[in-house]
């Protein structure tokens, strides 16, 4: 398995806080199978440097130094990039990418989705990126109106589901729109969105089991292989289907009723 989005740099965050746990995450990561973990610093949101590019730089630089031996995973460098007006032009200058690729995670606010997402978005595809959206079954938003996660879905976005929204880990409500989220197929990819060894685990497997339940079992293993090795090769991802339209399955409901 492939975990695309983990908080695995010490002191830089709200991930660990030392390398000891840095090594109890990387374990952990290992036993449940997972193969490859890029790394996704926040930027702009709860660093803890002002976004200091030497520090992130440095901080990269002493974690391949010290997992360069480890031989069950390998690790790549990313990022978590908090949605800004200034996105599209820090982009290449912080190096914001997955690996290097054309993608880039893109996380919301929890409570709101800003009026010029659409534009911003579409001017970061014109720069020749192409935004993933972090767990957007985290943003009350996105749950309640899911037609605009369609939208975004529809305009050339991918999704990302955190593993622990789909096994309840951040409650009823969350997991609810998780597997909805599902249902329309609107997700691309799971990822542990990890930040420690206890609270928040880098775990996949579970995570995967629960989404079979809901696309099959070919389609859940994909969210967590062919897809995200697609983004580390700065590949088109393979086709998961087209977006579902929310309203669509509430006027073929009602249609229903009214017969």
């Given at each position: 398995m492939i975990d695309l989005h983990c908080h695995l740099l010490p002191d830089w965050d709200d991930g660990p806080e030392s390398w000891e746990e840095v090594e109890k995450m990387v374990?952990?990561?290992?036993?449940?199978?997972?193969?490859?973990?890029?790394?996704?610093?926040?930027?702009?949101?709860?660093?803890?440097?002002?976004?200091?590019?030497?520090v992130l730089n440095a901080r990269f630089e002493e974690f391949f130094q010290r997992f360069s031996s480890f031989s069950q995973i390998e690790f790549y460098r990313g990022a978590e990039v908090f949605i800004h007006p200034d996105l599209v032009s820090v982009i290449e200058k912080k190096r914001l990418s997955l690996n290097g690729s054309e993608y880039v995670f893109v996380e919301f606010p929890s409570d709101q989705v800003p009026a010029g997402v659409k534009e911003l978005f579409y001017q970061m595809q014109l720069a020749g990126y192409t935004p993933i959206i972090s767990h957007p079954?985290?943003?009350?938003?996105?749950?309640?109106?899911?037609?605009?996660?369609?939208?975004?879905?529809?305009?050339?976005?991918?999704?990302?589901?955190?593993?622990?929204?789909?096994?309840?880990?951040?409650?009823?409500?969350?997991?609810?729109?998780?597997?909805?989220?599902?249902?329309?197929?609107?997700?691309?990819?799971?990822?542990?969105?990890a930040h420690d060894s206890i609270r928040r685990k880098p775990v996949l497997s579970q995570a995967v089991e629960q989404a079979a339940k809901i696309v099959g079992p070919g389609k859940a293993e994909a969210m967590v292989g062919d897809v995200p090795q697609a983004?580390?090769?700065?590949?088109?991802?393979?086709d998961v289907?087209?977006?579902?339209?929310?309203?669509?399955?509430?006027?073929?409901?009602?249609?229903?009723?009214?017969?």
């Open positions: 374990e952990q990561a290992s036993e449940d199978g997972i193969r490859k973990i890029c790394l996704t610093p926040h930027i702009f949101r709860f660093s803890r440097y002002n976004d200091n590019l030497q079954e985290r943003n009350t938003v996105f749950g309640q109106q899911p037609e605009l996660l369609y939208d975004l879905v529809n305009r050339g976005c991918l999704v990302q589901l955190t593993a622990m929204s789909l096994t309840g880990g951040f409650g009823h409500e969350v997991k609810k729109y998780a597997e909805q989220f599902l249902k329309y197929n609107l997700v691309h990819l799971i990822a542990t969105d983004i580390l090769d700065n590949r088109i991802v393979p289907g087209p977006p579902i339209s929310p309203g669509s399955r509430k006027r073929k409901l009602f249609a229903f009723l009214r017969k």
